[in-house]
Structures are given as structure tokens and as C-alpha cells.
């Protein structure tokens, strides 16, 4: 039987009854693929950016610290983690605090889980990229910094990592992009992000094409921006003399 293809899919009322169409589904999925991934990047950023540094550390107990998270972090599957957060926390914190999470609404503690998640997983990875950017700078930098009368953590702000986070943007743009794409494992326990709007969209219509060929749009979309802006970036930090300028 040929496949009957129906673009119009998009503009026809929901099964719900609640007079929204398939293409506000669509959108609303996108919404959250977005909201989730860009408040998981600056969790991602900020807590990367200071074990990238830790590991970096002449004082071994917080080199090893910092290196024992981004290992733990890295060969756990994503999926697992997930699973992790979602099911097991809750039931491994004081009781009032985990009954306080499960009479939160269903969508917050999806959108809970998977932003605690998708942020700690992804900063194990920037983590490598700071540290790899501030020991690619030369030695001579930090004993620079250090004889000028800069104690160690000023040294960090003012002399190194302002140089290797401009050395690492085409790295981290690579991990922005993948946290984009990760969001669509947030599905699995029940986040209607635009992956699962996509799939959803199939049980009620059975137009697996369009639906499909609009999810891959949405996210190609997603990404052109991104590499885009992180391109603009690029262009405005980039150090001459060093790879990439």
C-alpha cells in the first residue's frame, strides 16, 4: 500500500478537544527542548568551568576530586543517569524532601530530573575542555602572574582563563550542540520535549514522515543557529597567533 502522505496534518485540531492543532504541539515541544537545554548549558558551564579548573590544581586532594566527578560522570550512560535522577533520588532523600518532589506536577519533576541531569553530565565534558585550554597556555603565564604579586585564584581569573576559554569555543560549541540533541533522551521518563511531540504526534495520526522530517527540521534549525552565534563568538574572542585565528 503507498503511503499517503498528508502535510496538512499539522494545521488539524488535536484529539483533546481543547482546540489546540498538531503544529502548537510541535512548538510546545521545541519550547521545552530549548528552555530545558539552555538552563542544562549554564549549569553545564559554571559548575565545568570550576572542575576544569580544580583539575588544573597544585593541591592533589582537589585535582583528584575534581578528576574522580568528571570520571564518574563520563562512562555512566546518559540514559542511566537519567534513570538515576528521575527514580532513585527521590527515594534516597529525607523523607520530607522526597515527598515534597513527588507531589510536585509530573512535567516539574521531568523538567527537575533532566536539567540536573543533562547540566552534570555535559559539565564533566566542558570540564575536559577548560582543563585542556588552561594547559595549553604556556607555563610562563602562571609564573607571570604569580610574580606580578597575583595570588593563585587571581592568577586563574585575570591571567589564564580568560585566554583558554578563548582558546576552547570551538570545543564547547561542539558540547552545546550535543546537549540539544541529549535533551531528546528526557523522553524516556516522560518529557514531552520535541522528540516525544514528535512521536506522540504519530500515535495520533499515523503520519510517521511529516512528523519526523519536522522533528529533524526543528533540530537542524537549532543547530544552524547555535553553530552560527557560536561562530559570531569565535570571530570576536580569537587570539591571534593561536590555532583557529
Avoid at 565545568?48 to 564518574?72: C, I, N, Q
Avoid at 559539565?123 to 595549553?136: D, H, K, N, P
Avoid at 511529516?210 to 533540530?219: D, H, R
Avoid at 552560527?228 to 593561536?242: I, N
Wanted: net charge positive.
Amino acid at each position: 500500500m503507498a503511503y499517503q502522505w498528508n502535510w496538512a496534518v499539522f494545521s488539524q485540531e488535536t484529539a483533546m478537544g481543547d482546540g489546540s492543532t498538531y503544529w502548537q504541539w510541535m512548538l510546545s515541544g521545541l519550547q521545552v527542548t530549548i528552555t530545558l537545554s539552555l538552563s542544562a548549558w549554564v549549569l553545564a558551564l559554571v559548575l565545568g568551568s570550576l572542575m576544569g579548573v580544580l583539575r588544573t590544581s597544585p593541591v592533589k586532594w582537589l585535582s583528584r576530586l575534581a578528576t574522580a566527578y568528571v570520571e564518574l560522570l563520563r562512562n555512566i550512560p546518559l540514559l542511566v543517569q537519567l534513570f538515576i535522577w528521575y527514580f532513585i533520588v527521590p527515594e534516597l532523600l529525607p523523607v520530607t524532601w522526597g515527598n515534597a518532589i513527588k507531589q510536585l506536577p509530573p512535567s516539574a519533576q521531568q523538567f527537575g530530573a533532566a536539567f540536573i541531569c543533562l547540566g552534570l553530565f555535559t559539565s564533566a565534558r566542558v570540564s575536559e575542555q577548560v582543563r585542556s585550554g588552561i594547559l595549553s597556555l604556556p607555563v610562563g603565564q602562571t609564573r607571570a602572574g604569580l610574580a606580578l604579586g597575583l595570588t593563585l585564584p587571581q592568577t586563574y581569573r585575570h591571567v589564564l582563563l580568560p585566554m583558554a576559554f578563548r582558546l576552547v569555543v570551538p570545543p564547547l560549541t561542539s558540547e552545546f550542540l550535543n546537549i540539544f540533541k541529549n535533551s531528546a533522551v528526557c523522553s524516556t521518563i516522560g518529557l514531552l520535549e520535541l522528540a516525544a511531540q514528535g512521536r506522540q504526534l504519530v500515535d495520533y495520526t499515523a503520519q510517521p514522515y511529516e512528523s519526523f522530517i519536522a522533528v529533524t527540521l526543528m533540530y537542524v534549525l537549532i543547530n544552524i543557529i547555535v553553530m552560527a552565534l557560536m561562530h559570531q563568538l569565535e570571530r570576536k574572542v580569537k587570539v591571534p597567533g593561536y590555532l583557529g585565528s
